[in-house]
């Protein structure tokens, strides 16, 4: 949401609602296991790392108390908010985990929806969900909505709650991850370009960038999910969309050409879903493509058919690999100022090459 308020440069400011969570062990059993990061182990791929487990009879203590605050940066003299969801009781620095809503949704909402609400019962992540103005982005190109035709200063938002957050919570700088649906997507492409040396890695679903960034940005890792009956975000793109939408395997193309990807990709499945890395990229990056066949728009969740893994499972296990800047990495570490077909064969998405 967007209120007017006087010109303040990024300095930020609590709204003052603050409260406490304290959810039910048996809930949160049930929560965590709807949207526990497992390891998953592609057949072609290497083995994803391992979740840790919560103990196995927590005390007091371990009861999953969270705070959740609404807070407030200004940009250009506007006041913005973003919702804070945090652990109590954290002795260590925690990756912050920002994860930007779809077009008609909040950051209160997607916060919930997408799962990763459960990392942050995990004492795993700090999680920040911004506010869109009138629940949309300014991700460029006119897109979209009321942010887009209006040239809301989204990317500076996005920036300004990272450098907030930095400052509010005991955050491992050298752990930021971008997480976009659909819209927001769409953004988190556009902030990468802007800031690729703030984020540890990015991850997108029903979402594409719509253009390539500047030559001579810095390589991010990228994991770029999709279904392939997508109506919003069609597989094969829309050249006559407004604007022109790129297919899938044309995004992946922008992002392995960002990233200096040079091998062929490695492939394998995960229940339905069909996945492809791109490893050996600049700077120890690489880039990763997930399909769901048959699904559409709709971000996917636990029990999806196919026995296919949550959207939030696949993301965090490819955001968690990247933990810090690789050595030798000049672009790394860095700091802010201021569809076809229903089924998608690995053979057939190999042609993204």
């Not at 909402?109 to 629940?135: K, N, Y």
């Not at 975000?233 to 392995?256: D, E, I, M």
Request: hydrophobic share 40%; proline share 8%.
């Amino acid at each position: 949401m967007r209120h007017k308020g006087s010109r303040a440069g990024s300095t930020a400011s609590v709204s003052g609602r603050r409260h406490v969570v304290r959810t039910p062990l048996a809930a949160a059993i049930v929560a965590i296991l709807a949207v526990l990061v497992t390891a998953v182990a592609h057949p072609m791929l290497p083995q994803r790392p391992q979740a840790s487990s919560l103990p196995s009879n927590p005390t007091a203590a371990d009861r999953f108390e969270l705070v959740s605050q609404s807070q407030a940066v200004s940009v250009d003299g506007v006041r913005r908010t973003y919702r804070s969801i945090a652990p109590l009781h954290v002795t260590s620095r925690l990756p912050l985990l920002v994860v930007l809503h779809g077009r008609g949704e909040s950051g209160s909402v997607v916060a919930s929806q997408t799962g990763f609400r459960g990392l942050v019962e995990q004492r795993r992540v700090i999680l920040v969900a911004p506010d869109g103005e009138q629940h949309s982005w300014n991700a460029g190109h006119g897109c979209c909505g009321v942010a887009g035709s209006r040239g809301v200063p989204d990317v500076r938002f996005v920036a300004a709650i990272v450098a907030d957050a930095a400052r509010r919570w005991p955050v491992d700088a050298r752990r930021v991850y971008l997480v976009g649906y659909s819209n927001g997507g769409k953004l988190a492409y556009s902030e990468v370009c802007a800031h690729p040396t703030v984020f540890a890695a990015v991850a997108t679903y029903g979402a594409v960038p719509l253009s390539p960034c500047n030559p001579g940005t810095a390589a991010v890792p990228f994991l770029l999910a999709a279904g392939s009956a997508d109506r919003v975000l069609p597989f094969g793109g829309k050249p006559g969309g407004n604007p022109p939408l790129p297919s899938v395997p044309q995004a992946l193309t922008w992002l392995r050409a960002q990233d200096g990807c040079l091998a062929s990709p490695r492939t394998g499945r995960d229940g339905s879903a069909v996945m492809q890395q791109w490893t050996g990229c600049a700077g120890a990056t690489e880039v990763e493509s997930v399909v769901y066949p048959g699904h559409g728009h709709a971000w996917p969740a636990a029990g999806i058919s196919g026995g296919s893994p949550a959207a939030a499972t696949v993301m965090w296990a490819f955001l968690s690999r990247h933990g810090e800047p690789a050595a030798g990495n000049p672009h790394g570490g860095g700091s802010l100022d201021s569809t076809q077909s229903p089924h998608t064969t690995p053979a057939a998405f190999g042609a993204a090459r």
